[in-house]
């Protein structure tokens, strides 16, 4: 943790990492000729916005929001920074395309393993169970088939380098290269275990809530993930505070064992990259020059 207690937390995006704290975030990219550039951009989490927002268990989904918000802007933002802004812009067709699929994805995740539990003459409890263990499949599933793919491999490594630097700065107060590479790829606060817990957690409640029909079987869904997900935030804040509980470690290891799959070794190029990131958001959010070399000779982005 940082000398003025800012937690930091990020993600992989393209050709670099995201990392956010909560004064802004920031990119660091390597675009597809080698060149380094980093960006920042301000902005209060809903969390920290007013009480409303800071509540227990509204907190769970205005993170989630958060997350959801500045994660696709930031990989909208990294894939023309890595493109070095040479590519035409996308259609309208094309968005809405894109948004169609998404949709479709999600409703299917969501609603899709009530529909075919449906056809299994089980009693509301069991439905509950199967579709549970239907749900948890097919994310797994997922992230196995996406991770096949060569774009996907890079962003599991850049998910590591980001693990590995903020665990270095963390501990040590240190972004030097040999410190970030003593560090894991697993992390705790990745949302990798955020996932898992929303997974586990519906596992636990849907057998509670009835059959019907469907159209109410998909608000009813769309709710219920509202709702683990305010859950599972307040799981999560339990573990960062007692790690070393047996219940916390209970909760975590399963989402630890998860991004064995999420995350991949990286490459001193991409330590690099996140680093640099890293440094990025922490001269901006803590007001400091202690990591100018890092951002020496590196491109800032500005937008507008």
């Not at 000398?3 to 909560?22: F, N, R």
Request: glycine share 6%; charged share 20%.
């Amino acid at each position: 943790m940082s000398d003025i207690d800012i937690s930091y937390g990020g993600q992989a995006v393209i050709g670099g990492v995201l990392i956010q704290s909560p004064k802004g975030w920031s990119l660091g990219i390597r675009d597809k000729d080698d060149n380094l550039h980093r960006y920042y951009e301000p902005r209060i989490p809903l969390v920290r916005r007013n009480k409303f927002w800071a509540a227990p268990f509204i907190r769970g989904f205005g993170a989630l929001i958060d997350s959801m918000y500045v994660g696709f802007k930031a990989i909208t933002l990294s894939e023309k920074i890595y493109s070095k802004f040479e590519d035409e812009e996308e259609s309208l067709l094309s968005k809405v395309v894109t948004y169609a699929v998404l949709i479709a994805v999600l409703l299917l995740f969501i609603a899709g393993p009530r529909l075919l539990v449906e056809m299994i003459n089980y009693a509301q409890i069991g439905t509950g169970i199967i579709e549970g263990l239907f749900r948890g499949v097919i994310v797994i599933i997922y992230i196995y088939l996406i991770g096949r793919t060569k774009d996907a491999q890079e962003l599991f490594e850049y998910h590591g380098a980001e693990h590995m630097t903020i665990a270095s700065y963390e501990d040590k107060q240190s972004l030097e290269f040999d410190s970030v590479t003593n560090y894991p790829k697993e992390h705790i606060r990745c949302g990798t275990s955020f996932l898992f817990l929303i997974v586990f957690i519906s596992l636990l409640t849907l057998p509670f809530i009835p059959n019907l029909n469907i159209v109410m079987t998909t608000i009813t869904r769309l709710l219920h993930v509202v709702i683990v997900s305010m859950i599972s935030y307040e799981v999560l804040k339990f573990n960062f505070k007692n790690s070393d509980s047996i219940i916390a470690k209970i909760f975590a290891t399963p989402g630890i064992w998860t991004q064995k799959i999420t995350t991949k070794n990286p490459s001193k190029e991409q330590i690099e990259v996140a680093i640099l990131s890293m440094a990025n958001c922490i001269a901006h959010s803590e007001n400091t020059d202690k990591f100018n070399e890092i951002l020496a000779n590196t491109n800032e982005v500005k937008i507008g």
